[in-house]
C-alpha cells in the first residue's frame, strides 16, 4: 500500500489524486487530500465568480474523484507553522503532492497603492466569494467610480461583479453581506485598464465577449486609443485567440451606447504610476501614456492622465508564497521541480511532488491543471516502487489524530452543505455560502454530534 498526501484540494490537487487512483495495478495507493479550509475545490469555490454557474459546476467532477473509496479529505489542516509540519507529512506519507495554488496577489510597487479603497482584486473575489479569511465589507461603499488595473481574466470578473445589478447576482451563492453592498453600490463608471495594447490582452474572448452581455451596463471603448495598437487597425497577422479579441472590441466601437444606469470603459496604453488621496481615500490613479515598443512591449511617453475612483482594484496576477520546509524560487514565485519532481539545491528529493500554479505559476485556466497533475503523477507513479520500501505508519490519519490535528472530514464538508442549502432558504434564495470561520465550523461540527 502507497499512501500519499495531496496538499490542497483545488484542481490540481484534485487532478493528482484522481490520477494515483484511477491507475490499476500495484501498489494499491491510497490519497489522502488536506486542505487548510473545512470546504474543498480551492479557486473553484473560491476563485470562480459566482455568475459562472457553469465553470462553477465543476465541483461535481471534483466531488466524485473526493468521495471515491480511496481518497479521504481531510479539511481545515494547515500544513505548515503552526500546523502539520512539513518534515511530519514526509514520516506519515511515502509521497507527499504539494498543490497549494499561488496564495497571494502580486505588487504594483507604485505611490499610493495601499490607500484606503484601493485593494488587490483577490481581496475582493474574495469577499464576493466568502472566503472566511476575508474580513471587510467595505468595497464599494461610498464609491462611483472604479478603477481595475490590468486586463486579465480576474479584471474581467471583477468588473463584470461590480456592472451587474441585484437581480443578476440575487440567483448566485454570493454571501448575503455581499450582495446586499453590491445591490446598494452607486458605482456607474468602470475602467479596466491595461498598459499594453487590445491585441495583447491576457483576458480570453469568451470573457470579454460576456461584458457585452451585461443588461444594466454600456461598454464604452475610444476607436482612437484602440487604434494606437497598429493590430486594432490590420488584425489579419494574429493568432485567433488575439484576433477574436479585437473583434469584439471593433464591434464595441462600433456600436452606440445604450444609455444603460452603468458604464464599462475598457482603457488600453495606460500604465499606473501613482494612486492619488482625496479626503484620505483613493480618489485617482494617475497613469502615464504608453506606446508600443513594435516587440509586444511598451514604453512611456511622459504623458499623463488621471481617471477618477474611490475603489481601485489592482487585478496584476497572483503569485506563490513559500512553505516552510519546501524549496522555493523567490523570482518565479514557484518551487523548484522537474517533471513535478521537487528540487532540493537542484537535487530531485525522493518522495515530494507539486502540481498547479506552485509548479507552473498563475496561469492558465482550470483545465491546465489536468496535464499539469498528470506529468506529476506519472513521475509519482514511476518512483512508487522505490518509494512504497519506506517504512511508514499504516495508518496516517489516526497518527495526526494522536498529533492533536482533528480534521473535517467528508461527513463534516456535507454538512457546511446542508448548512449553506438551509441559509438560502431561510433568505429566499438557492444555496449561499457561509461567509466565516465560526459559521464553518460549527456546520461542519453538527457532523461530529
Ligand atoms: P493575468 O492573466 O496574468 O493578467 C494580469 C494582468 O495584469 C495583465 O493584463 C498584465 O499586463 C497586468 N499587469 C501585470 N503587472 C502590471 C503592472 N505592474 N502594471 C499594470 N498592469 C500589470 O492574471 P489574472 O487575471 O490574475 O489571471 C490568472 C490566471 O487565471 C490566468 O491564467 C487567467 O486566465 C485565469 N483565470 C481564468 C478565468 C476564466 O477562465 N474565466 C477567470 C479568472 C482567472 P501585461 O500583460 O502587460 O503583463
Redesign the pocket.
Known sequence: MLHVAVVGSGPSGVYSAQGLVQRSGPPDIRVDVLDRLPCPYGLVRY???PD?EK?KSLQNNLRTVLENERVRFLGGVQVGPGGVPVARLRELYHAVVYCVGAATD?H???PGEDLPGSWS?TEFVSWYSAHPDSVTDGFVAGARSAVV?????????VTRILARGAPELNPTDMPQAALSALAASEVTEISM????GPS?????T??LRELGSLPEADVVVDQAELALDPAYLDPSGLPAAQRRNVEVLRGWAAAAPLGRPRRIRPRFFL??VELLADGGRVGAVRFERTVPDGEGG?TGTGRFEEIEAQLVLR????RGVPLDGLPFDPGRGTVPQLAGRVLRDGVVSPGEYVAGWIKRG?????G?NRPCAKETVTSLLEDAPALVRREVVEDPLAALLADGVRPVEWAGWQAIERAEAELGAELGRGVVKLPDWDALWTAARTARS
Open positions: 476563485g470562480v465568480a459562472h465553470i502580486r504594483l510597487g507604485v482584486a488595473i490590468g486586463i486579465g481574466n480576474v479584471a474581467v470578473d485598464v491595461g498598459r499594453r495583447q490582452a491576457r483576458f480570453t469568451k470573457e500604465r499606473p511598451v487585478s496584476v496576477g497572483y498563475p496561469t492558465g485556466v482550470i491546465t
